[in-house]
């Protein structure tokens, strides 16, 4: 019978980031891109700052494919969603 999977499990508190199918991901992959797709969805489409965060996005985007979490969350951000759909795009090419 599987074991359910804790996050030491994962990545022990020692460690700062792990590899996932080649991909590193560092400790707060995660919660770095939820923070910066809620900074992106409380700006103006016209905001000099959206550029960076995008950026940003794009940047952690492949820790959070090499992790999973993609394969069972969708984003509910139509902003984000075209994100992650470009980014699936480009991978496919």
């Keep these: 019978m599987p074991k359910?999977?804790?996050p030491e499990d994962v990545l022990p508190d020692e460690d700062?980031?792990?590899t996932f199918g080649g991909t590193t991901a560092r400790k707060g992959t995660v919660?770095?891109?939820v923070?910066?797709?809620k900074l992106l969805d409380d700006l103006p489409e016209d905001s000099?700052?959206?550029?960076a965060i995008l950026?940003?996005?794009r940047t952690l985007l492949p820790g959070l494919r090499a992790v999973g979490v993609l394969d069972v969350f969708a984003p509910?951000?139509?902003t984000i969603a075209?994100?992650?759909q470009e980014d699936a795009a480009e991978l496919s090419e």
């Design 82 to 84: 075209a994100l992650v």
């Design 4 to 6: 359910p999977i804790r």
């Design 48 to 51: 000099p700052e959206r550029a």
């Design 31 to 33: 919660a770095a891109f």
């Design 55 to 57: 950026a940003q996005l």
């Design 76 to 78: 509910r951000s139509p």
């Design 16 to 18: 700062s980031a792990a």
């Design 35 to 37: 923070a910066n797709a």
